[in-house]
């Protein structure tokens, strides 16, 4: 069982930069890949970025062109989503979440994840 608890969203303007915080519980964190996505009202939740159980490889969307990056501590049981450059286009509810995977590599579908966190507001204003 893991638990997911993000922070560190807010109010920020165009061309800030933000870090948001994931911090899991659960001795075997270690064993997952984790993961952030993010949802706009109407639309569907849709892939940010996602990391390894190991801390490498990572994967990114390709509509981020290099702002954002995922890391994680395991020793801590965290991960972190550094925002860069943000936009008004990123304003949304951001998601960490986790999947078992110590024999594949992290998914970039949302059904493939089996913890989510409660979710977290960034907006960003023009």
């Known amino acids: 069982q893991v638990q997911l608890v993000e922070s560190g969203g807010g109010l920020v303007q165009t061309g800030d930069s933000l870090t948001l915080s994931c911090e899991a519980s659960?001795?075997?964190?270690?064993?997952?890949?984790a993961g952030w996505f993010r949802q706009t009202p109407g639309k569907e939740r849709e892939f940010v970025a996602a990391i390894s159980f190991s801390g490498k490889p990572t994967y990114y969307a390709d509509f981020l062109e290099g702002r954002f990056t995922i890391s994680r501590d395991n020793a801590k049981n965290m991960v972190w989503l550094q925002m860069n450059n943000l936009k008004p286009e990123d304003t949304a509810v951001y998601y960490c979440a986790a999947h078992y995977g110590t024999h594949s590599n992290p998914r970039t579908q949302d059904n493939a994840y089996e913890y989510w966190g409660q979710g977290i507001q960034v907006t960003v204003s023009s």
């Open positions: 659960g001795r075997t964190f270690y064993m997952y890949h």
